[in-house]
């Protein structure tokens, strides 16, 4: 069985932050293609004639590809090669983001939507290992830390830039734009991948697992699509029941995974993770805070365009100061998380609740006519407790763990994020939010800020990362052959 890890090669200094800045733009435009059709949907479906259940393959087909195809992905990568997975995808990606782009019928957006998940699944697979063999131990915090801060700020950051691409039309591409902006980024990727990223193969090789594979892919396919479903049509009998069947077929995959590890053949789903405390409560926080954000840009969209009808520029403007915030708590908060530990985590969740709390009172006192000069400055305090929260999430999670567990948890922590976004959507949007009325916004906003507080407290169960090496004392060099 082997660990799936890699070793740096010739990389040092500028040459591992030119690569780390290829991942991150890999990471910026997979987050960012999960959110941002939602604002251009209302255009992409009047242009191509598209049915409601069209419409909800464009919107989740993507997701649900992404997800199913990540545990795979990052076994193929530790197969062939960090390297060379990563490559491949960020050329199928790319490519197939034109396609997306230039579809002239919603069954071929469609497809190009699913094709455009399992390439983004292919790049985020390997992310976590690749940064783990880029940079030593002890840089591990502050590089974990602005991975997860690109990815929260891209996952904001997609309604706000579709609603500006839409509305001010950069090239006359309408809707189109939202996915060939994916080009030039693909490319400035491609080219810092192909120039600085490089790995050794892993020590040892290892199995696909065939059967793991067949397993967690029906099993994450069947839940996160019933996800969908009861965010879009509410509780009925039959997503739930393959809620049911996807959680039994679950436990059967967690029982085969055990006996491929006794055999030591190489599971696909490395269980002894979860014998790590951080890993385990992180796990469960990573879930709830990705469904608690999911469900809070999605509620705010609709709050903003359907129930206080701002455009979707206004609706950018009116969320750039949470942006902003989020910025500025991302900044400070390995100060705060050095001094404070996880209560900076617990406080900045805190934060964001109490914020959304404000909002929905003062939205209500108005009777739905907001000002937003006086709304900036709690709209930034928020954003300021999300970045709080977020960003150091990651690096305390994975503390625990080695290189090589790492290096296994670059296709799990990724999956687990998706599976907070469907839980996140089903349960507070189907429940709560059943009209798009000032009443539902502000029943699914407090449902939010209070799931938020919840989490706030279980997040003090993490353990405190460890102090932080003095930097002053020269850092090992990656491993060179």
């Not at 609740?353 to 928020?382: H, K, Q, S």
């Amino acid at each position: 069985m082997t660990s799936g890890a890699a070793t740096a090669r010739a990389v040092s200094g500028p040459g591992a932050w030119a690569a780390f800045a290829g991942c991150l733009l890999s990471v910026f435009m997979q987050m960012i293609d999960v959110t941002i059709v939602n604002t251009a949907l209302p255009a992409i479906t009047a242009d191509l004639r598209a049915s409601s259940a069209q419409q909800l393959l464009i919107v989740s087909g993507y997701s649900l590809a992404f997800a199913c195809t990540l545990l795979p992905a990052a076994r193929a990568g530790a197969m062939t090669g960090r390297r060379r997975m990563f490559l491949a995808a960020v050329v199928a990606f790319t490519a197939v983001s034109v396609w997306c782009g230039t579809a002239d019928s919603a069954g071929e957006l469609v497809v190009a939507r699913v094709a455009q998940g399992v390439a983004g699944a292919g790049m985020a697979a390997q992310t976590i290992a690749i940064l783990t063999a880029l940079f030593p131990r002890n840089l591990h915090t502050r590089v974990f830390a602005l991975y997860g801060a690109t990815s929260g700020f891209a996952g904001l950051l997609g309604p706000i830039l579709g609603g500006t691409l839409l509305t001010t039309d950069p090239g006359g591409f309408g809707w189109h734009s939202i996915f060939l902006m994916n080009l030039p980024l693909g490319v400035v990727t491609l080219v810092l991948a192909w120039r600085y990223l490089w790995l050794d193969a892993p020590r040892q090789r290892c199995a696909l697992d065939p059967m793991g594979v067949l397993l967690s892919t029906v099993t994450l396919f069947g839940l996160l699509y019933a996800l969908s479903e009861i965010h879009l049509r509410g509780w009925r009998p039959v997503p739930c029941l393959i809620i049911a069947a996807a959680l039994a077929l679950a436990m059967v995959t967690v029982l085969h995974e055990r006996r491929v590890a006794r055999r030591g053949a190489g599971p696909l789903l490395r269980l002894d993770l979860f014998g790590d405390r951080g890993f385990a409560i992180g796990s469960i926080v990573v879930t709830g805070f990705f469904g608690v954000f999911t469900a809070f840009v999605f509620a705010i969209s609709i709050t903003l365009q359907d129930v206080l009808d701002f455009s979707p520029l206004e609706t950018g403007i009116a969320m750039t100061p949470f942006a902003f915030g989020a910025g500025a708590g991302a900044l400070v908060s390995p100060v705060f998380v050095q001094r404070w530990g996880v209560r900076t985590l617990a406080g900045g969740l805190a934060l964001f609740a109490v914020c959304v709390i404000m909002g929905v009172a003062y939205v209500n006192i108005t009777d739905g006519r907001v000002n937003m000069l006086l709304c900036a400055a709690p709209v930034f305090l928020c954003g300021f407790g999300a970045g709080l929260f977020a960003v150091p999430l990651q690096p305390i999670m994975l503390s625990g763990l080695d290189d090589g567990q790492m290096a296994e948890a670059s296709g799990l922590l990724p999956t687990i994020e998706q599976i907070g976004n469907g839980v996140g959507l089903a349960l507070l949007s189907a429940v709560f939010f059943r009209a798009h009325t000032l009443g539902g916004s502000t029943v699914m906003l407090s449902a939010i800020a209070v799931v938020a507080l919840t989490l706030a407290a279980v997040t003090l169960a993490l353990p405190d990362p460890a102090p932080t090496p003095d930097r002053s004392a020269p850092a090992p060099a990656p491993t060179v052959n």
